[in-house]
């Protein structure tokens, strides 16, 4: 299974870029790694998702190096709204039903912006 | 608006009784999935169904139920036999046409009282 492993925490302040990194060292071929965002008592909101590479969004970056056995979510610019837990999260997409357990959501980064 | 409904958003139950949380999608996606989060903590999957009449235990099913008679509806019951059901439940959905992405609803709060 692929765990993934984060920073608990997070500070930074308004405009600043923040990276977060994520380690996943045991990625399996077919795994594919998402960012998902989540606020206190709602659900995770999807951010931005890749395989290899650099994948870029109108919110986000993702920067996969070539052995993938990191991966890391750039947020530009942040805004006191950017303040919430973010999730790595790394699994076989496309075989999710008979393996929804290798899609494993640690504890995630408590990211906090400050003015 | 295409998306995930949960209800109700905050739910209060004595000890003993069973209560059941709503989910409800949308976007024709083909599979759903049920998650609990305790404070603090990341998501634990405890249900998930790939397609209508079938579902699969997840990593913590003991003391909840759920039933798959419609594409669009994937009920969670929380039975007496859970021993600590006061947590955060989300309800989630995805396909393969749209990447197999998870969305989510916005969650359901269950409190124990």
């Known amino acids: 299974l692929a765990k993934t492993t984060q920073p608990i925490s997070m500070d930074s302040y308004e405009g600043q870029e923040v990276n977060i990194t994520c380690s996943h060292n045991?990625?399996?071929?077919?795994?594919?790694i998402t960012w998902y965002q989540q606020f206190p008592s709602q659900g995770p909101r999807f951010i931005i998702q890749?395989?290899?590479t650099k994948v870029t969004n109108e919110v986000a970056s993702l920067f996969i190096p070539a052995d993938r056995k990191s991966s890391t979510l750039s947020l530009p610019r942040v805004s006191l709204s950017d303040t919430a837990v973010y999730y790595c999260?790394?699994?076989?997409?496309?075989?999710?039903?008979?393996?929804?357990?290798?899609?494993?959501f640690g504890k995630g980064t408590k990211l906090s912006v400050k003015p | 608006d295409g998306g995930i409904t949960q209800s109700p958003k905050y739910l209060f139950r004595k000890e003993g009784q069973n209560v059941t949380l709503s989910c409800e999608q949308n976007?024709?996606?083909?599979?759903m999935y049920w998650y609990r989060q305790d404070p603090g903590q990341g998501l634990r999957l405890i249900y998930y169904?790939?397609?209508?009449?079938?579902?699969q235990k997840g990593d913590i099913a003991e003391g909840y139920s759920v039933s798959r008679e419609k594409k669009e509806s994937f009920p969670l019951t929380v039975t007496s036999a859970q021993k600590n059901p006061t947590a955060f439940y989300l309800c989630?959905?995805?396909?393969?046409?749209?990447?197999?992405?998870?969305?989510f609803g916005e969650g359901s709060w269950l409190t124990v009282v």
């Open positions: 999260l790394v699994g076989d997409l496309m075989n999710y039903g008979g393996s929804q357990g290798n899609l494993i």
């Open positions: 890749g395989y290899k």
């Open positions: 045991n990625i399996a071929t077919n795994d594919y």
């Open positions: 989630a959905s995805s396909s393969r046409a749209s990447g197999n992405t998870i969305y």
């Open positions: 169904s790939q397609i209508v009449n079938d579902f």
């Open positions: 976007l024709n996606h083909d599979a």
